[in-house]
């Protein structure tokens, strides 16, 4: 008979664009965010809401390579059913988080807790511990890539279509094998440990990338730039974000003049810059 476990109390510990669904379902649907969270177009909040609704147990959004990922780990270990994840969406051109999934299942986090292979700016996994890491990867079989390349608006591709998401999900909860678009997918049942609730406590995102005494000013402002929201929106009175990082690492201006900072998916990235300004 298929081992089936209630997830612990506590689950799922990480807030966050997701929706609760079947507990004891094998899948969480994973949509990317590719845009600011103020104006999120209506597909991709369709896809989560299938996501859901065909049966997965957590379906929601992926917005940034570093503590976004970190928030998925911690609730996925945390319900030992979830054995896949449907990745779909459109990726995300600054920040890669849907590369850097994949990248952190197929080769894991190097001694720096960076995930190795990646191309994001800062992927890097510094809150959570390496054998949270090491217990994704192994309960994880298989993320199921049906990511759209950067700015895709054809909704009749796969990873931007409702009903191949919903036939995806379905796949994964099948008794006997069933073949989804190269994948060979069904329901295992449980990941035979213990689900593992961890919280984050302590977000450190990025500091640790702070610049060496000596150091130009042109040189923190291109590490103060990988920080930034690189929308070059010009609201600051800057030509780019470029020019605007290299004005902070001068002195010449502050965080504030920086609009997209205030909102919450850039929370970490102003901690993190606050941190190297000190």
Known sequence: MMLKVKPPDGYPPEEGRYVRGNDYSPVAVCVILDTFDFAIPPELNELVMVG????????????????????IICNIVANSNIRYIVLCGRESSGHLPGEALLALKQNGVDDTKRIIGSRALTPYLYNIPTELIDRFNQQ???????????????IKV????????????????????AI?????????????????????????????QAVEPGKSKMSMGLV???????????????????AF????AKGKCRLEDCPFLDQPEFAEN??????LLE
Request: aromatic content about 4%; glycine content about 6%.
């Open 245 to 248: 990082a290299i004005d902070l």
């Open 52 to 71: 859901t609704d065909s049966g997965a147990a957590l379906s929601g959004m992926l917005q940034t390579e570093n503590i976004g990922i970190e928030k």
């Open 140 to 154: 994880i079989v298989s993320i199921i890539n049906l990511l759209c390349k950067p700015g895709e608006r054809d």
């Open 180 to 208: 989804f678009m190269g994948y060979t997918l069904y329901d295992m049942g449980a990941y035979p440990e213990p689900a593992i609730v961890h919280k984050i406590v302590a977000k450190l995102n990025q500091t640790q």
């Open 270 to 275: 102003r901690r993190a810059l606050a941190k």
């Open 158 to 177: 796969p990873g931007l279509n409702p009903n191949v998401i919903e036939e995806a999900v379905r796949s994964c909860y099948q008794e006997s094998p």
């Open 224 to 242: 103060l730039h990988k920080l930034l929201p690189k929308t070059d929106c010009q609201k600051c009175d800057k030509k780019t974000c470029l």
